[in-house]
């Protein structure tokens, strides 16, 4: 949702993002698990799409294919 990496969305681009997600509708709203929830809530809250939170990065305890694995599986236990 940022419309920089690193900037935070403003109320202007949250209402662009809502506009054209009304005319193009998504499937989902993807975050990374680090970023605040706030705007994604709103923005899920508005137009019903399910926010879905992807890990940043490979945890402590798994590997760089155990983590994609994860990726891909959260990816789609979200469609069900």
């Known amino acids: 949702l940022e419309p920089k990496p690193g900037i935070a969305a403003s109320s202007s681009h949250l209402a662009?993002?809502?506009?054209?997600?009304?005319?193009?509708?998504?499937?989902?709203?993807?975050?990374?698990?680090?970023?605040?929830?706030?705007?994604?809530?709103?923005?899920?809250?508005?137009?019903g799409l399910t926010v879905v939170s992807l890990p940043f990065s490979v945890n402590s305890n798994e590997n760089l294919f155990e983590w994609y694995e994860r990726l891909i599986n959260t990816l789609l236990e979200s469609r069900e």
């Open 16 to 47: 662009k993002l809502l506009k054209v997600l009304r005319e193009t509708p998504a499937e989902m709203i993807l975050t990374a698990d680090y970023q605040d929830d706030k705007s994604v809530n709103w923005l899920s809250q508005k137009t």
